[in-house]
């Protein structure tokens, strides 16, 4: 990922295979900041910070949803490897990763007055480098370190696959008609059975048997003469 650096090492005369005339003894790279200390003897050392601005809550919620959505991504991810396409989930949001020319802010504790000084070509060189071998370094300066990031990326993750399924739309009555005595759990009072169409009687013969008597003679068998009376069929 060193060449997502190179324009603004460019910009800022950085140039390919140039070899500053110190080291950077210990660096760090957090929200927003990189913060080296340089070594110019074995006794005095400069410290150099290097700015950048971090993207916010609306850009990493997008950029994290849209990550997610690749199951290919999430996973690597999750398994500690950044994808080398990982800038195009900030295209598509209009933001670089990388620095963009004149984004970096640059100090230096040296009495120097250029900028960059040796100082901070030291530092800037080591931090591309440092992109390249541990491309967490680049999300860390834009706003979500490491720790934080893949906890996002697995709690939504985690969500999106323990979310309930969504419920089967009732169908409704004008859809069923047809097969009306064909719907109901099993179990249910209904059977299967459909009686023949303008068999009004066949309706007594859809309902378990009835417990209910009246003078020893079931109810459903009393029922038999009323619908015949009601269909015509007497």
């Known amino acids: 990922m060193t060449e997502g650096f190179r ?15 110190c080291r950077v003894a210990t660096s760090t790279v957090g929200p927003g ?24 809550k609306q850009v990493w919620t997008a950029v994290l949803a849209a990550i997610v959505d690749d199951e290919a991504t999430t996973a690597a991810m999750l398994d500690g490897r950044v994808p080398d396409d990982i800038e195009r989930y900030f295209a598509v949001e209009g933001v670089p990763l990388f620095p963009e020319p004149g984004e970096m802010s640059l100090d230096c504790t040296c009495p120097g007055t250029r ?15 440092e992109a390249d071998t541990d491309p967490f370094a680049i999300l860390a300066f834009r706003g979500r370190e490491r720790t934080t990031l893949l906890d996002e990326i697995g709690r939504l993750a985690g969500a999106r696959v323990t979310a309930p399924p969504a419920e089967a739309e ?8 047809d097969d009306f005595f064909g719907w109901g759990p099993a179990g249910d009072v209904t059977n299967k059975r459909r009686p023949p169409a303008g068999d009004a009687l066949g309706l007594l013969d859809e309902v378990l048997p009835l417990k209910a008597t009246v003078d020893g003679t079931s109810v459903t068998a009393l029922l038999r003469p009323l619908y015949r009376v009601l269909t015509g069929q007497e």
């Open 7 to 21: 324009p603004a090492l460019d910009e800022l005369g950085i140039h390919k295979g140039l070899v500053p005339p």
């Open 33 to 56: 900041a990189a913060v080296a200390q340089v070594r110019v003897t074995r006794q005095r050392f400069y410290e150099v910070r290097i700015g950048l601005p971090t993207f916010g």
């Open 115 to 129: 900028v960059p000084c040796d100082h901070l070509v030291a530092a800037l060189i080591a931090l591309a480098d």
């Open 170 to 177: 009732t169908p409704g009555l004008d859809e069923v008609m």
